[in-house]
């Protein structure tokens, strides 16, 4: 950054603040994401505003001689990004001036002086208090004639009594801080804080299938809470915290029955006829606001007479956040094809639907807020600070002088990353759900029926093995990079470098190339190649729809792949001819994913919607064939090298396994009992494979996956 020490602390310009020692940049009191060379190109130019800040005083500055870069095209992106931030526009700037060939300057107003004078300006400074003085000078006299002595020093005294009140009343206190955490379980297990009762917490526990358990919150071993169901999930408790919302389901539908779960046990009891996800009762106790599709609900507390509040854009998710008074309701929207997460907020009627953070970061990546029992802030989780989720806070309004809410606070900075908020009932901790990634590679050995190290049990899974056997790709835990190396772990290369998120890496059949799909948060799943020398990653579609799970032709001239084609309300499974780039559509196959083709190339194995069944498509006869269903969710398909067979997962089940189909039976072979495996739960969900020779490969879970209490100070 450049050097700042002789700059105000704070240069104002329009809606926005710039803090030159820090490179902090503000809009309307929000911090805007930006660093590196366009900051040091905006404090360059407002160190001369209305002045030509030209191209190479920029490079000499940012972009040495020893600098091995392409100087054009760096300037040229830095001050994309620098416009983007600002949303000036090059051809009709407010700030930002071109001057062609030569390089830039600032014409907007800079601290209240306009372009053509600067603050450091001694000719300015001088006019300024020469300025001032006379004017002092030639008022006085008329003053002094006017009022007496007295009377000036008793409105002087009112004036600073006034303002000391209005500062005092309009200050704001120092921010919320932790100040200490409390590690409460340590079981490893994957799972989500969901509510307390005061002496409980209640949690949503992914193991072998989905099951609700609970902790004192001093700490010790969860005990689970039973019910009928195969899979179970929380949502929340009731506010005389005697009943827990819940939802009972099988596979991976996307809605589910609710119901009411008594505390500390007892039968279920269903909610009237709501099917949704995710879900709370108001504060009152007397309604129930649920999601299903992109549609709020709000019923009675009994689940009776559900009737529509608003349909939004994109999904409705997440921890459903009354405010404590029942005058306002927070959750969070996943943006339509799986675009950025962001926090809203409506009123229990229905109105004044909205965005709790605009423009805070972007693009937004925040969710799971809840207020504290008083009301006075609300945490929520972000991704806007890299490489993990952190808590953060705001500040709600409070009075004539706080009207609007607070800039974020960040609370943690990791190495820890958080899922879930709950607070306790007298608000001095909150409860929150972490984890730090690790996972181990292992393979099943039929012999010793063993899960042993697997290339020296790197934390990594989603493994795919050339055609010829000689090299394998990988996805690393928890960085979501690609690598490939030999199949002895030798000669390894990483291919992709956040902020790609990688994911289900495919061979091409040649071994030239890799598939792979990008996703990040906040961004549509998109497919792409790289050479596997490396090289930067392209695109193999040019879409802004979600593309995912590629899969090579035998010959390797084709691509299919799952998509969501533009106004479908449904994925299906495409085909692209890399050479043409046309793309066709697999006929019969809207609402299925999950493509595999073949090494024979005559069929393509997918699944259905929810997960439960396999499907085989023969090219001949050009038709879908129901080929296996299982009681839980079906995944990770991989066919055998000889294409007699699928391999497969079933999860979500009384008893999960590693199983596998052969073409023209219609029945399965269990291969792995997964009972009593501690899988590593990746952002994909659980990943197996399998190596050349038929073994089952999977990710068992090291990482330190817990409930911690956090104690705050909440000013």
Sequence with gaps: MQDSSSLPPTL?????????????????????????????????????????????????????????????????????????????????????????????????????????????????????????????????????RKFSWQWVVAIVSVIAVLAATFAWLSSSPPPPRVLATTQLTRDGIHKFVVATDGSRLYISDVGDTLRIVQVSIAGGETSPIPTPFVNASAYGISPDRTQLLTAGFVGTESEYQLWSLPLPSGSPRRLGDTVGHDGTWSPDGRHLVFFKDSDIYQANADGTDPRKLTTVQGTPLGIVSFSPDGTRIRFTIAGPEKGPESIWEIRPDGSDLHPVLPGWDNPPCDWSGVWTPDGRYYFFLSWITPPGSNVWAIREPSGLFHRHSSVPFQLTTGPLEFHSLVFSPDGKKLFASAQQFRGELVRYDPKSRQFVPFLAGISAGELDFSRDGKWVAYVSYPELTLWRSRVDGSDRLQLTYPPIAAGSPRWSPDTTQIAFVDFQLGRPDKTFLISSRGGTPREMLAENEPQADATWSPDGKKIAFARWAAGSDAQTIAIIDLATHQVSTVPGSKGLSSPGWSPDGRYLAALNGDSSKLLLFDFKTRKWLDWIAEPGVVGNLNWSQDGSYVYYDSTLTDHPSFRRAKVGQTHSELLVDLRGLNRYFSPLGWRSGITPDGSALFTRNLSTDEIYALDLDLP
Aim: aromatic fraction near 6%.
């Design 12 to 144: 104002r310009f329009g809606v926005f603040e710039l803090d030159p020692r820090t490179g902090e940049l503000r809009k309307k009191g929000m911090k805007i994401r930006l660093q590196g060379q366009p900051v040091d190109i905006l404090i360059m130019l407002l160190q001369r505003p209305g002045e030509a800040v030209t191209r190479e005083e920029l490079q000499q500055k940012l972009w040495p001689a020893d600098t091995f870069v392409d100087f054009e095209q760096g300037l040229n992106n830095a001050m994309k990004r620098l416009r983007a931030a600002l949303d000036d526009d090059a051809e009709s700037p407010h700030f930002i001036e071109t001057i062609p060939r030569r390089g830039y300057r600032f014409i907007g107003a800079v601290n209240g002086a306009h372009h053509g004078a600067s603050w450091t300006d001694p000719d300015l400074q001088r006019l300024k208090r020469d300025t001032t003085s006379g004017i002092e000078a030639v008022a006085g006299p008329a003053r002094a």
